[in-house]
């Protein structure tokens, strides 16, 4: 905040200049100006004149803010408009090249067999077949239980019945927020029941294949107040039901997952081979204490 300061004393009998211009450099020694003949002026003609300068040039400074403020504007909606045309053509001139590699790719494949395979009864055609793959890689990344697994110790002492449903934006995990998911999400989107397939290695552990499109990072944990298993990683989760009752006394110690459906030994300090039929043999990991 600035600081003024001053003392009035009317001696001064020279009258202020008949007059004086105003220009964004000269706002502020003129204001000082103004302020000590106010307070020296000896005539009261002068001091009123002085009072009416001091208006003038309180609206002058309005006026320089003003167009300063209204030339920012211009300059930065220009900016805008240039930033957003650039992407504009970024993304066209994008659009154009992959547009020319299909066409050239397309243009040069010569295999009937690979040509009639872009197309597909259920999706329609395909620029090329890469297109048509990527589709079909996504689908099964989301239908197909597998590419991701899931260990839960439960120590039930039995081969539970496992249901696993995926959700997003539950309370508690939107990113910013209570209610802040997408279009105003309020706790969680809608669950979806996931394809599995499950293993029992013995009677107090599960193995959940899944997906891999719904992998997440992290353990499953298990929460007592609806004996169930989660797994949080941001705002998505996925749920894991096998049944639990209050009378249960399931293990609280969670589990662990993987990026395979063939777990082996990390560090195997012993391999063996089992001949079970004359054409099948089994590969076994021991592994030290």
Avoid at 65 to 73: I, N, T, V
Avoid at 146 to 158: D, E, F, M, P, S
Avoid at 187 to 215: C, H, M, N, Q, R
């Amino acid at each position: 905040m600035a600081e003024v300061k001053g003392q009035a004393d009317y001696r001064d009998p020279e009258h202020i200049p008949e007059k004086q211009e105003y220009d964004p450099g000269n706002i502020e020694p003129l204001a000082e100006q103004l302020a000590a003949f106010i307070r020296s002026k000896m005539y009261g003609v002068d001091v009123r004149e002085t009072l009416a300068r001091w208006v003038e040039i309180n609206l002058a400074a309005l006026e320089f803010l003003r167009d300063d403020q209204q030339a920012f504007k211009i300059d930065l909606t220009g900016k805008q408009t240039a930033v957003a045309q650039r992407q504009s053509d970024v993304e066209k001139r994008q659009t154009g090249l992959e547009k020319q590699f299909i066409d050239v790719i397309t243009k040069a494949t010569q295999d009937s067999e690979v040509i009639n395979a872009r197309d597909s009864s259920i999706y329609g055609p395909f620029g090329v077949l890469d297109l048509r793959l990527e589709n079909i890689e996504q689908a099964l990344a989301l239908l197909a239980p597998a590419g991701y697994t899931v260990t839960i110790n439960h120590g039930l002492g039995r081969n539970p019945t496992v249901t696993v449903v995926y959700y997003e934006y539950a309370l508690g995990t939107e990113l910013n927020g209570l209610g802040t998911g997408p279009d105003g999400t309020f706790g969680g989107t809608p669950s979806k029941t996931i394809e599995s397939t499950v293993s029992y290695p013995d009677a107090d552990k599960v193995k959940i294949d899944l997906p891999i499109g719904f992998k997440l990072i992290g353990d499953p944990v298990y929460q007592p107040a609806d004996n169930r298993w989660y797994i949080i990683d941001g705002y998505r989760t996925l749920r894991f039901d096998l049944g639990v009752t209050d009378t249960d006394n399931p293990d609280t110690s969670g589990g662990s997952t993987s990026g395979g459906i063939n777990d082996v030994p990390a560090t195997p300090n012993e391999v063996s081979f089992t001949q079970l039929t004359e054409t099948t043999g089994q590969l076994d990991w021991q592994t030290g204490a």
